[in-house]
């Protein structure tokens, strides 16, 4: 009797301790589970600031972010450039960059025709209104297979310019594009691209940031002949 009110107490405690730690987890499962939505790392943005581009014998002038780096493009999404007035504008803080391309209405231009043994050689032509407008549908449709929109709108810009913007959704490399034109002579169009993975939920801030640089560029161009 002795021995059994001397070790009873111990072991009856450490039961009890024991059948504490059997239930904790499951006691600790009830509270309620929120989660979490998937975060992504904060942008710097700069503030907005200008500079004027007005590069001498270029048909075309504008101004563009003060944090760009104008350079001279070699291709334009696959296409090769057929003048000099083909530019890039590169947002180096943001991993992005402008693609500005230009065609002179009624000037030549270079494409490729298949011949019979399906290899493509160059031939020459003449850059209608009608061709490069068709053109510039092609080039914002060739998206389409990952965009879950595509939507154009007219508009026309502070000068008095005629042109159509383009918006494209999901997760493509270029969700902004615009052309602006004279429909008689001059012909320019732009795109925003970034050098990263194409997620629309990660780019929408940068997205909507250059977008106002996009807009203050359609507003400030203008032709120079």
């Known amino acids: 009797m002795l021995l059994n009110r001397i070790t009873g107490k ?8 024991l059948i504490g730690i059997a239930l904790f987890p499951i006691l600790g499962c009830n509270s ?17 600031t200008y500079q004027v581009f007005d590069r001498p014998g270029f048909p075309y002038s504008f101004e563009y972010p003060g944090y760009g780096v104008i350079s001279q493009d070699s291709t334009y999404f696959e296409e090769q450039p057929e003048n000099p007035y083909w530019i890039n504008i590169d ?10 391309s230009y065609n002179q209405i009624g000037g030549k231009a270079r494409y490729k025709v298949q011949s019979g043994n399906g290899t493509y050689k160059d031939s020459l032509g003449v850059n209608t209104f009608d061709k490069l407008l068709n053109g510039s549908y092609t080039l914002s449709f060739k998206h389409s297979y990952k965009a ?20 494209i959704g999901g997760n493509t490399a270029t969700a902004n594009q615009f052309l ?42 203008r032709w120079k002949n």
């Open 10 to 17: 111990p072991l009856a405690f450490l039961l009890l301790l």
């Open 32 to 48: 309620p589970y929120t989660p979490k939505p998937r975060g992504y790392f904060k942008i710097q943005l700069p503030e907005h």
């Open 91 to 100: 947002i180096p803080s943001l991993n992005g960059r402008i693609y500005i």
């Open 148 to 167: 879950s929109s595509i939507d154009d709108s007219a508009f026309v810009s502070s000068n008095g310019i005629d042109g159509i913007y383009f918006r």
């Open 180 to 221: 602006l034109t004279d429909s008689t002579r001059h012909f320019l169009r732009g795109a925003l691209y970034f050098d990263a993975a194409p997620n629309e939920d990660s780019l929408r801030p940068v997205n909507n940031f250059l977008k106002e640089d996009l807009k203050h560029l359609i507003n400030t161009l």
